[in-house]
T-cell receptor, first 113, second 113 residues
């Protein structure tokens, strides 16, 4: 079974631009969660989508948004990029939710210059 | 306000000995706890979990202990192997909260041969 895939793996953008990251979950998984990992803040929950609906949302500004398609693939968008958005963005999928195990992708490393 | 804390940023252990990683939490609503291992350039990998109705869960060399009254959990690795060298994250979740995990800051474990 293929794992969680994320594209692109690396991305360099400049302040003010916007970016879209993609996540393909494990086949059959309906829940996709997004996390931001930075050295100072650790792993922080962004949001979770389940069956195309946002089910949970973390404490991030509205510049961070996402969506999920009918095939469970998910995209995350960040508009008006700031230097502090530089981070590793991780996507995780699971069948339905806790206690189902979340499987993480390798992440997208975003650098904002 | 960090709801999940790993107070030791790093831990060094000799191969064959026991590694004990600790985690404290403040939110009494948390009722499901997980440990993840992360290698550089990879996403976190699920290790072991425990529900709040238990105080111990064992899986091979990995055992997680939960002390609800102290709001403390620990991961024991016996015997430790050099391949266990990685960053370990504890995470917590509230029942019926989908897949929203709150992570600790991580502990870097180094197992010396």
């Amino acid at each position: 079974k293929a794992g969680v895939t994320q594209t692109p793996r690396y991305l360099i953008k400049t302040r003010g631009q916007q970016v879209t990251l993609s996540c393909s979950p494990i086949s059959g998984h309906r829940s996709v969660s997004w996390y931001q990992q930075t050295p100072g803040q650790g792993l922080q929950f962004l949001f979770e989508y389940f069956s195309e609906t946002q089910r949970n949302k973390g404490n991030f500004p509205g510049r961070f948004s996402g969506r999920q398609f009918s095939n469970s693939r998910s995209e995350m968008n960040v508009s008006t990029l700031e230097l502090g958005d530089s981070a590793l963005y991780l996507c995780a999928s699971s069948l339905q939710g806790i206690p189902d195990t979340q499987y993480f992708g390798p992440g997208t490393r975003l650098t904002v210059l | 306000d960090q709801q999940v804390k790993q107070n030791s940023p790093s831990l060094s252990v000799q191969e064959g000995r026991i590694s004990i990683l600790n985690c404290d939490y403040t939110n009494s609503m948390f009722d499901y706890f997980l440990w993840y291992k992360k290698y550089p350039a990879e996403g976190p990998t699920f290790l072991i979990s425990i529900s709040s109705i238990k105080d111990k869960n064992e899986d091979g060399r990995f055992t997680v202990f939960l002390n609800k009254s102290a709001k403390h959990l620990s991961l024991h690795i016996v015997p430790s192997q050099p391949g266990d060298s990685a960053v370990y994250f504890c995470a917590a979740s509230v029942d019926n909260a989908g897949n929203m995990l709150t992570f600790g800051g991580g502990t870097r474990l180094m197992v010396k041969p």
